[in-house]
Structure formats: C-alpha cells, structure tokens
C-alpha cells in the first residue's frame, strides 16, 4: 500500500473519530471488517499514523487537511524518535498531556513525558513457567527483569495468527497488567474473586498462577465482555473459574468467602496513554472525580467477602491521585478490619509498559 493511501485510510478513520468514536474502537472495526486490510503490515501502518496523530496532536495545525496533518505528525514521530533530547520538557508538559492533569497528579515524572511520544511495546504473557522456553521457540522475544514469562515483542508478525497462540500457550498482555495477578500471588486450590473480570486477562492469569486447581469467580458489569471471557478462556484452556454478572452494587453475586478478591476496577486510564493517545483528549477531571466514586463502592461492597487472613487487591491503569492513593488511603480509614500490605505506583518509564497503581490488605 502506497503512503499517500495509508494516509487516505487514516484520514478517513480520523472522520469517524470526530464523530465521536473513539479511535481504538474505530481502528478496530473499520480495520477488522474491511476485507481490504488484510495484510498486517498495511494495518499496522495505518494504526500507527492514526495514533501518531493523537500523539502529536497539540503540535499540528488544525486548519491543515487530515492528510497534511498526519504527515507533519509522523515526521514529529520520526525527529523525535531519531533525537528525543530535541524536545524539551516544558514542550512536552505544555503539549503531550491536557492542561487538567497537573492539579490531578502529585508529580509529573519529566521521564514519563518523553515515554509517552514512544510507539507502545507489545508484551506477551506465557503460560507460568514457559517463558524461557518459548523464547527458544520463536524469535524477537526478550524477557522481563520482573518476570521470566513476561516477553517484550520486537517483531512484526501477527501474534495472534501463530500456532502458539492459538494452542493457548500465551497471550497478549502487557506487563503492568501480569504485575497485578503476580502480586495477588494466588494458591493453588485457593477461591478468588476477579471482580471486574472484564475480557478475562486477569482471571487468565491467576488460574494460570493457581495451576487452574481452586476457583475463580470472574464478574462484571458487561455480559458481553464475560462472553468474551469464556471463549479466551476455551483457548488457554482455562477450567477453574465461573463468570457471573454483577452490577457493581451491594447485590453480591455469591455469599462465599474468599481467600483473595481482585478489584481491577474501572478508570481514567492515564497509564495506558502512550498505546492509547486519543484518550489523553477525551479524559476530563469529571471523569476522574465519578470514576473514584465508582472505585471506592466495588472496594467496599467486596470487603465483606474475604474470609480472615484473606487478601484484596486494588488495581488501576491510571495515575491520577484521587484514583490511586486516594481512593486506598479513605478506604484503609474507613475498613479497621483490613491491614493495608502495600501500595505501589508502576511508572511507564521505568517498566517500559503501561502505568499502574497497586494497593493490597490483608483481612484481620
Ligand atoms: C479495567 S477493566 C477490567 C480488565 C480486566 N480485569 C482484564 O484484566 O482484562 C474494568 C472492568 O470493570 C467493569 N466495570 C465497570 N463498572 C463496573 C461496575 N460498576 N461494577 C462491575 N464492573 C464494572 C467494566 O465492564 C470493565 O470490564
């Protein structure tokens, strides 16, 4: 595909973007359901400019046509790629993030600013104890310092078209995510509760933890989202787990006690804006404020639920203050019962992955 028609597509996403979708999703129909992007490469191109524009958006000139504005911003990418020293930090504070934040953060990092102009990495998941092994197996793959089966992809085929992943022996996650059920550290014959299972990358991982013996109660709002679960789960063939919906409310799927619960709970997601640039221009400090609201009712709607000595883990891919310490510190007040383990913030540039917030308690 010529650059003059990678732009064209990319543009004509662009269109659908402005009318309101966002562009991950409008990536993902327009790409998956036009028969004419097969080819990866071409997907992959046209991904790319797209993000690349959401990426560089404060710095390209709004009356220009889509198409002028798509290449000063791969030519932006491309500079800074080559120097990204060239680009100062007021630059960056000033143009790659919204006015809002600073009020909402208690730092910004000035390394995370030039992270954040990066193409994302692509991290995969093996299954527990596998990683070394399919290192060998296939190539461009580079583990993680924080965990053997947490690969770094460098190549350029299409993972999910590959053998392996369709036998279930990875999958795609990125590593903030694999840090999240590593630090739940499930047993083996334990009960869990993945709250907000959503797609089932979590529950994946802890069955995969738990040698799929125990159970896992994987919930959540979407019931199209916990369809999607169980067919992923087919795949990797997960067993030890029941999805049931749930609201969210005082209404608990189930009466039972656990010994872990995970509240992966909904957010602004400021951690994943360098795979997802568009969201740095539709997130608003509104947001922030109902989604704490949101985050601070799973945690204590579940906190009944741990059996003595049992473990709740708090999890989000954001980092604005009200969502991450927060939200801990007003629950740790008001939940005398729980012990507070550990709070920590993952930072994109120090991981080389999405950025993530992780508190844990034990009950007494
Ligand atoms: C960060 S995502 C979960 C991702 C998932 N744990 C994974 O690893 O793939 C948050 C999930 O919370 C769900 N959710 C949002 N509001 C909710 C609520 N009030 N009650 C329960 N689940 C909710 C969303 O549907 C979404 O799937």
Known sequence: MSTSAVLNNAARILKLVQTGTPA????????TQDRHFTAPAERRGISRAVFTYFRWWRWLGERDSLQKQLTAALELQA??????????TEALA???????LKAEMDDIPPSWLPQLQR???LWIRA????????????????????????LRYSGLTDLYRTKEFQAGEFEIQDLASQLVSLACAPQPGETWWDACAGEGG???HLSDLMQNKGLIWASDRSLRRLAKLKERAA??????FRAAPWEGDAKLPTKTKFDGILIDAPCTGVGTWQRNPHARWTTTPKDVGELAAVQAKLLSNVAGSLKPGGRLVYSVCTLTRAETTGVATAFTA?????????AQTLWPHELDANGMFIATWRRK
């Open 119 to 121: 193409d994302p990495p």
């Open 79 to 88: 500079r800074f790629d080559k120097n990204p020293a060239g680009f100062k």
């Open 202 to 204: 979590k529950t994946m």
């Open 334 to 342: 008001a939940h005398p019962e729980l012990a507070p383990v550990s």
């Open 94 to 100: 000033a143009r790659a993030v919204p006015d809002w």
């Open 24 to 31: 991950d999703q409008a990536l993902r129909d327009s790409l």
């Open 235 to 240: 795949r990797a063939k997960v067993f030890n």
């Open 127 to 150: 299954k527990a104890g596998t990683g070394v092994e399919l290192v060998k197996k296939l190539s461009h793959f580079t583990p993680a310092p924080q965990s053997a089966d947490a």
